[in-house]
């Protein structure tokens, strides 16, 4: 295996298990709605349970991306789409840091104000996501 494919299945494993974790939290925002008590919370604890998963692999598809930057000779030559790409990277980057931030102030004071705010952060993170994926492949994929 060359380190090009190694780099680039961290980096599209990472994309997995990133958009996976977004996507299952934003489902159990909706499925908590719904419940109260005990079950609300245990909604909330598992969606916690995935906070160190998108820690650790927000940082793998960053640094593998890099690593694929770099083996390529950085961005020179690449088209219109790899810097639409790294637009949208750095909205989903910025909003994960952000939510983050919230996430953490909400489980040490249980500040229920921050929620909308970790929501609304949550689905603008999945949508840069969504657009560094789609401009990925119109960039990479010829
Ligand atoms: C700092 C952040 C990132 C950098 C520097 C980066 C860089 C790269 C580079 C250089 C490639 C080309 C690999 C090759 O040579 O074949 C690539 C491929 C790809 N990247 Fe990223 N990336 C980053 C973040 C992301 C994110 C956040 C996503 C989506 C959520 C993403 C999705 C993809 C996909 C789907 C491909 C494969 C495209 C294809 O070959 O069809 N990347 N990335």
């Excluded at 719904?34 to 598992?46: H, I, M, N, P």
Aim: glycine residues 8%; hydrophobic residues 65%; charged residues 10%.
């Amino acid at each position: 295996m060359s380190l090009h494919q190694a780099l680039l299945i961290l980096h599209l494993f990472s994309v997995a298990v990133v958009m996976g974790v977004g996507i299952s939290n934003l489902i159990s925002f909706r499925v908590q709605r719904k419940l109260e008590g005990e079950a609300a919370k245990g909604v909330a604890k598992a969606r916690e349970a995935t906070l160190i998963y998108s820690d650790i692999f927000v940082m793998v598809l960053v640094a593998a991306g890099l690593g694929l930057l770099w083996q390529r000779g950085g961005a020179g030559g690449l088209n219109a789409w790899f810097h639409v790409k790294m637009a949208a990277v750095a909205v989903w980057l910025a909003c994960f840091v952000a939510m983050r931030i919230f996430i953490a102030r909400f489980l040490h004071n249980q500040d229920a104000a921050l929620m909308p705010r970790i929501k609304l952060l949550a689905h603008v993170a999945i949508t840069g996501a969504m657009v560094a994926l789609v401009s990925a492949v119109l960039a990479f994929a010829g």
